[in-house]
Antibody
Framework: EVQLVESGGGLVKPGGSLRLSCAASGFTFSSYSMNWVRQAPGKGLEWVSSISSSSSYIYYADSVKGRFTISRDNAKNSLYLQMNSLRAEDTAVYYC?????WGQGTLVTVSS | NFMLTQPHSVSESPGKTVTISCTRSSGSIASNYVQWYQQRPGSAPTTVIYEDNQRPSGVPDRFSGSIDSSSNSASLTISGLKTEDEADYYCQSYDSSNPVVFGGGTKLTVL
């Protein structure tokens, strides 16, 4: 069974940093591109970042470019999102997602 | 950048059939696969259609996807509606410059 489990969310002050992790199991992680998608309270889905299977290609939404860094460790079947210079508008549930699978999400709250 | 436009809401009765549209603003809808995600209240999204018309294992065949080049749109059709189908539905596609683009979502009410 494909599983994606996010962790690392929490409450952080504006300007602070947080690192999200996503542990993958049940499939050959190294064969798939992976994505981070977020959803602000009461809003729709917003794409954040994508990384190709071998990390050769990396993309960011304009809203997070220069502040967030996506990475992966295929040996550990893990996906990461380093989030710096966090803003109130980054408050959202962050999902790790593959083409046909989603994690349960981790809540990031940016507030003083 | 292109956009995907969905109706804000649709409603239909149990047992009936409903279709949710997703119109691409520029570029051909047929050039890149479309995916559809279901999100029930308080839950994470799940994939109900990938690559235009493929169903992941476990998704009932009441769910089907299609594309229409004449209207440059994709559609998600749900037949034999059940109350458990009440959810938000999002379409998603991409192109060479935009790896992931979501539609704004459609709230399906089964009443």
């Amino acid at each position: 069974e494909v599983q994606l489990v996010e962790s690392g969310g929490g409450l952080v002050k504006p300007g602070g940093s947080l690192r999200l992790s996503c542990a993958a199991s049940g499939f050959t992680f190294s064969s798939y591109s992976m994505n981070w998608v977020r959803q602000a309270p009461g809003k729709g889905l917003e794409w954040v970042s994508s990384i190709s299977s071998s990390s050769s290609y990396i993309y960011y939404a304009d809203s997070v470019k220069g502040r967030f860094t996506i990475s992966r460790d295929n040996a550990k079947n893990s996906l990461y999102l380093q989030m710096n210079s966090l803003r109130a508008e980054d408050t959202a549930v962050y999902y790790c997602a593959r083409d046909t699978a989603w994690g349960q999400g981790t809540l990031v709250t940016v507030s003083s | 950048n292109f956009m995907l436009t969905q109706p804000h809401s649709v409603s239909e009765s149990p047992g009936k059939t409903v279709t949710i549209s997703c119109t691409r603003s520029s570029g051909s809808i047929a050039s890149n696969y479309v995916q559809w995600y279901q999100q029930r209240p308080g839950s994470a999204p799940t994939t109900v259609i990938y690559e235009d018309n493929q169903r992941p294992s476990g998704v009932p065949d009441r769910f089907s996807g299609s594309i229409d080049s004449s209207s440059n749109s994709a559609s998600l059709t749900i037949s034999g509606l059940k109350t458990e189908d009440e959810a938000d539905y999002y379409c998603q596609s991409y192109d060479s410059s935009n790896p992931v683009v979501f539609g704004g979502g459609t709230k399906l009410t089964v009443l």
